[in-house]
């Protein structure tokens, strides 16, 4: 039996340590899409009631994690290319806004707190551990957009982002991935950091823009 998702107890709810640990779970590829979610083996990994499983499966369902086919029940959801053009042509333009302010209006301390959030960001693809690049490439931008002043787009974004990261996960398990990504945030921030704000515009679009190359092959039937 794989033990590896268990949880233990803590200040937390159940339900909410559970749904983590599932939402990482699917992120991380040990639940492939596509593949089906039976209850009483969820039951045992995580170590919890199959109330309990039955919430987060229906959470992770209006999060668009888990589909449920007809038939089989539920099972990790494989991401639509229509809507993933969409949720990357949001990113793009968000994201670029965004970058573009923060160039041309954060302050000095608040720089510094975006160098600390790239340092931070350099450090997770380092450990190659797909969930904390995740992490800390969220805390990158939370800290971009904050600086920018673009408070609704942020909202914006942190409602899309667990498809976003459902998506980042397939790019940064790509071949190859590490390098560029880490070369297009470097352009990021060295466009804030010079106050260049139409090359930090292109610099947060491009490495949107490579992003989704590498997810739409992915994506594409065989």
């Keep these: 039996m794989d033990d590896t998702l268990r949880i233990e107890r803590s200040t937390k709810t159940l339900r909410t340590l559970a749904l983590e640990r599932m939402r990482e779970a699917i992120m991380d590829f040990r639940f492939q899409p596509g593949e089906r979610l039976v209850e009483r083996p969820l039951c045992d990994q ?12 229906r959470q992770l369902e209006t999060e668009g994690l888990v589909q449920m086919i007809p038939g089989h029940g539920p099972a990790v959801a494989r991401p639509d290319l229509n809507r993933t053009e969409e949720i990357y042509e949001l990113r793009a333009l968000l994201e670029g806004i965004a970058a573009r302010a923060c160039a041309l209006t954060a302050t000095s301390e608040q720089i510094e707190g975006l160098e600390r959030a790239y340092e931070d960001l ?3 693809w380092a450990s190659s551990i797909p969930v904390e690049v995740m992490r800390a490439t969220s805390r990158f931008y939370e800290n971009l ?4 002043g673009k408070l609704i787009a942020w909202e914006i974004v942190q409602g899309l982002n667990v498809r976003i990261n459902q998506l980042r996960s397939m790019t940064i398990a790509s071949a190859n991935r ?9 352009d990021i921030m060295n466009a804030v950091r010079a106050r260049e704000a139409d090359k930090a515009q292109a610099a947060a679009r491009h490495h949107v823009e490579q992003a989704w190359n590498i997810a739409r092959l992915s994506l594409r039937p065989n």
């Design 145 to 148: 957009f904050v600086a920018a």
């Design 122 to 124: 350099l450090k997770a």
């Design 46 to 57: 995580l170590g919890v009631s199959r109330s309990v499983v039955r919430e987060v499966l």
């Design 178 to 186: 590490r390098g560029p990504a880490i070369a297009e945030m470097e």
